[in-house]
């Protein structure tokens, strides 16, 4: 792997982009949404397009989100929401976005 794309990290919103409600672990920048991953070789692997795809790189992206499981108190994947069909969202919120860790 040569590099991680990704979306950003902040972004001065609610969760769920409305006008109420709690900021959203991006409002203070303590979130990032990764897209994809740049591979030796120039190919890329990228959530929207592999979450469902071919097996190898299905796999490969599912390690990502178990892996950040581990490490992070919130991991959302496609298979959270059909907010997140193109990205991995990451933070670290102290108690993860739904009051505890969580990992979808």
Known sequence: ???VDHAGSYSC???GGG????FS?????DAIDV????LAGGDTVTVLRDWNGEA?????LRAVRDGGCRLFSTA???DYNAAHADHLH???ASRGAMGGRLCR
């Open 13 to 15: 919103r609610r969760i």
């Open 90 to 92: 990451f933070d670290q």
């Open 56 to 60: 190898k790189r299905a796999a490969f």
């Open 35 to 38: 897209i994809g991953f740049r």
């Open 1 to 3: 792997m040569t590099g």
């Open 76 to 78: 959302l994947s496609p």
């Open 19 to 22: 006008s109420e409600g709690r």
């Open 25 to 29: 672990e991006h409002g203070t920048a």
